[in-house]
């Protein structure tokens, strides 16, 4: 694991404990969702793995399993020339899980 895919797993650690727990609801068997609004590295054209998302996402992911919440299915948006400079892809991820 690189410096910057440590990094991006601490920050996406960071991003559960401070502001995704609150907003996940008690297991009850019901089916709910989480929208997660994110960017792609600065201006990544090249074909190869998203290092920068996969690794916030799998995160995310990981830690809602660790805490019993089943993934039910992601559904992803992606959107171009994003971010401050416009050279970013941002991505709306919704995790539907129970």
Known sequence: MGV????QKQASE???ES????YLHEQDGFKHILMINSFSRWANQAFTVENKYTTQINEVMDRMQEDG???IDIKLESQYDQG????ATGFNTLIIYK
Request: charged share 40%.
């Open 19 to 22: 502001e995704i727990k609150e």
């Open 84 to 87: 401050a400079s416009g050279g």
């Open 69 to 71: 919440y089943e993934i």
């Open 4 to 7: 910057f895919t440590k990094k």
């Open 14 to 16: 960071r991003l559960y």
